[in-house]
């Protein structure tokens, strides 16, 4: 892997162990009087980082904002307890021996808390398709067990994804002005790659391409769709911030996809999903006590071969994804594996997967917008027929639950939780099973929603109508009661 790092950009991200240190680590190359000495502890810092400059993690959204998201989570959830945001720094390192060497002195820091290194190899979640002859339609939306039945959702009310629920996308790049998506940036959006706009094509092509006689339709053709980029205003790469401004514009019961992945730099050198990287976690968690519904890639493995999340251990051995280790942590997040487009469905040879593992989707085949991997040059008109990973299975499930979730509001005026959301996505009672069940193929199931709506939901359709046609619009009131189910 080293002749490969060439075209990395290596970062340390630092949590101070002092809340009171992190407000006044400006005041390193100053004097500065403090109702406790922290002599020690800046010196130690300014040893570790020569010539190095310190940038807070979260720029984004204020402090003062911050504080009042985490406030309203310590409300909604009471067993919410939150990491101090503002004790996130990080430090941009010239290659990949100066990050191991800052890395190694900060661990030896009284300052610092923890610390770790994040690159951005690649992009978001590569493609991995198998061998298989085109599709001339959208098979991932027939009914189950080859698809989630998104057909049958169209004739619900909100099951379009019309109503209140908003949708924000999070990746690095999107072809916005395709003849068959209506998606938004908003003002924390961010910097849109061009890079990887046919990638943020694909994905919103999935969830929302438009009822509109061009084109394919999405699972939810008239969802509220917006975008955030981990490319940021001043120009970095930080999914930690882009995260947190989409936090900063989403409520209760809505969805954010986070299309992207993780290196493991110097421990498996493989990708996991985004929330191996502490700023990540504590984001998505914060997102989870919020009420905000999380979608999460597994991840694919590099060199076409997917990684037991089980077996993956962080820089102090412990294997944070094993539900049965003792040093399990749950981010609250829906994670996602990719598989195979065939019943019965098999794991994706490329696709990550694990007892973490709540569901799984089509990583293979998948009909949507965008030219990919190729480059749609400007075109307007351009689709794929070959997109997957397990970035067209995480959003898959993202339109699954933006679906289950307008058509709860829509029917009781309420909205279900993150951990409501994921029991019933990952349900096997209103699933399809993969094709050894999840004990041994550690992915899973699909989401049915036939099964959703007629078992969970219980709402009775509307018989007849177009998905164009469905509904009226309704004034709902947002409210964050929980649907007991």
Same mark, same amino acid.
């Given at each position: 892997?080293?002749?490969?790092?060439?075209?990395?950009?290596?970062?340390?991200?630092?949590?101070?162990?002092?809340?009171?240190?992190?407000?006044?680590?400006?005041?390193?190359?100053?004097?500065?009087?403090?109702?406790?000495?922290?002599?020690?502890?800046?010196?130690?810092?300014?040893?570790?980082?020569?010539?190095?400059?310190?940038?807070?993690?979260?720029?984004?959204?204020?402090?003062?904002?911050?504080?009042?998201?985490?406030?309203?989570?310590?409300?909604?959830?009471?067993?919410?307890?939150?990491?101090?945001?503002?004790?996130?720094?990080?430090?941009?390192?010239?290659?990949?021996?100066?990050?191991?060497?800052?890395?190694?002195?900060?661990?030896?820091?009284?300052?610092?808390?923890?610390?770790?290194?994040?690159?951005?190899?690649?992009?978001?979640?590569?493609?991995?398709?198998?061998?298989?002859?085109?599709?001339?339609?959208?098979?991932?939306?027939?009914?189950?067990?080859?698809?989630?039945?998104?057909?049958?959702?169209?004739?619900?009310?909100?099951?379009?994804?019309?109503?209140?629920?908003?949708?924000?996308?999070?990746?690095?790049?999107?072809?916005?002005?395709?003849?068959?998506?209506?998606?938004?940036?908003? $003002?924390?959006?961010? /910097?849109?790659?061009?890079?990887?706009?046919?990638?943020? %094509?694909?994905? !919103? &092509? =999935? *969830?929302?391409?438009?009822?509109?006689?061009?084109?394919?339709?999405?699972?939810?053709?008239?969802?509220?769709?917006?975008?955030?980029?981990?490319?940021?205003?001043?120009?970095?790469?930080?999914?930690?911030?882009?995260?947190?401004?989409?936090?900063?514009?989403?409520?209760?019961?809505?969805?954010?996809?986070?299309?992207?992945?993780?290196?493991?730099?110097?421990?498996?050198?493989?990708?996991? $999903?985004?929330?191996? /990287?502490?700023?990540?976690?504590?984001?998505?968690?914060? %997102?989870?006590? !919020? &009420? =905000? *519904?999380?979608?999460?890639?597994?991840?694919?493995?590099?060199?076409?071969?997917?990684?037991?999340?089980?077996?993956?251990?962080?820089?102090?051995?412990?294997?944070?994804?094993?539900?049965?280790?003792?040093?399990?942590?749950?981010?609250?997040?829906?994670?996602?594996?990719?598989?195979?487009?065939?019943?019965?469905?098999?794991?994706?040879?490329?696709?990550?997967?694990?007892?973490?593992?709540?569901?799984?989707?089509?990583?293979?085949?998948?009909?949507?917008?965008?030219?990919?991997?190729?480059?749609?040059?400007?075109?307007?008109?351009?689709?794929?027929?070959?997109?997957?990973?397990?970035?067209?299975?995480?959003?898959?499930?993202?339109?699954?639950?933006?679906?289950?979730?307008?058509?709860?509001?829509?029917?009781?005026?309420?909205?279900?939780?993150?951990?409501?959301?994921?029991?019933?996505?990952?349900?096997?009672?209103?699933?399809?099973?993969?094709?050894?069940?999840?004990?041994?193929?550690?992915?899973?199931?699909?989401?049915?929603?036939?099964?959703?709506?007629?078992?969970?939901?219980?709402?009775?359709?509307?018989?007849?109508?177009?998905?164009?046609?469905?509904?009226?619009?309704?004034?709902?009131?947002?409210?964050?009661?929980?649907?007991?189910?």
């Amino acid at each position: 892997m080293e002749e490969d790092n060439d075209d990395l950009n290596f970062r340390v991200v630092i949590k101070c162990r002092d809340a009171v240190l992190a407000a006044h680590l400006d005041t390193l190359d100053r004097s500065a009087t403090f109702s406790v000495d922290y002599t020690k502890e800046r010196q130690q810092l300014k040893k570790a980082l020569p010539g190095k400059t310190m940038a807070k993690l979260f720029p984004t959204v204020t402090e003062e904002r911050v504080k009042q998201l985490v406030k309203k989570a310590k409300g909604l959830y009471t067993g919410y307890s939150p990491p101090n945001f503002t004790s996130y720094y990080f430090v941009m390192c010239d290659n990949e021996g100066e990050a191991k060497e800052i890395l190694k002195t900060l661990r030896k820091s009284d300052a610092v808390e923890l610390c770790y290194v994040e690159t951005h190899l690649g992009g978001p979640p590569n493609v991995h398709p198998k061998a298989n002859p085109l599709y001339s339609y959208q098979k991932y939306l027939n009914r189950a067990p080859s698809g989630i039945d998104a057909k049958y959702a169209w004739a619900f009310r909100g099951g379009d994804g019309k109503g209140n629920v908003r949708f924000i996308d999070l990746e690095q790049g999107w072809f916005l002005d395709h003849e068959d998506l209506a998606a938004f940036e908003i $003002p924390a959006t961010g /910097l849109n790659h061009w890079e990887y706009q046919d990638h943020g %094509a694909a994905v !919103l &092509g =999935i *969830i929302a391409m438009q009822s509109n006689s061009v084109g394919g339709i999405g699972i939810t053709p008239r969802a509220k769709v917006h975008v955030v980029s981990q490319w940021r205003m001043d120009g970095s790469f930080n999914t930690a911030d882009g995260i947190m401004a989409a936090l900063d514009y989403l409520h209760f019961g809505d969805i954010l996809l986070l299309e992207a992945q993780a290196l493991d730099v110097f421990g498996t050198e493989q990708m996991w $999903p985004v929330e191996i /990287l502490d700023a990540n976690f504590q984001a998505i968690r914060l %997102a989870n006590a !919020l &009420g =905000i *519904i999380v979608i999460e890639p597994a991840g694919n493995g590099m060199y076409s071969a997917g990684n037991d999340l089980d077996t993956f251990a962080n820089a102090d051995g412990e294997t944070v994804f094993n539900r049965s280790s003792t040093f399990f942590k749950d981010s609250g997040a829906v994670v996602v594996a990719g598989a195979s487009s065939s019943v019965p469905h098999t794991r994706g040879i490329y696709s990550n997967y694990g007892s973490r593992i709540d569901c799984y989707a089509w990583g293979e085949n998948v009909v949507t917008a965008g030219l990919f991997p190729r480059d749609s040059r400007g075109c307007t008109d351009t689709y794929s027929f070959d997109f997957g990973g397990t970035s067209s299975a995480s959003a898959i499930i993202a339109g699954a639950a933006i679906a289950v979730q307008s058509i709860t509001e829509a029917k009781y005026n309420l909205r279900l939780s993150p951990a409501q959301m994921r029991h019933i996505l990952s349900n096997r009672l209103y699933g399809t099973k993969s094709e050894n069940g999840h004990g041994i193929d550690k992915m899973g199931v699909m989401p049915d929603l036939r099964k959703i709506i007629n078992r969970v939901l219980k709402v009775p359709p509307l018989l007849g109508k177009e998905p164009s046609k469905l509904g009226r619009r309704v004034n709902l009131k947002r409210n964050k009661k929980f649907v007991n189910l």
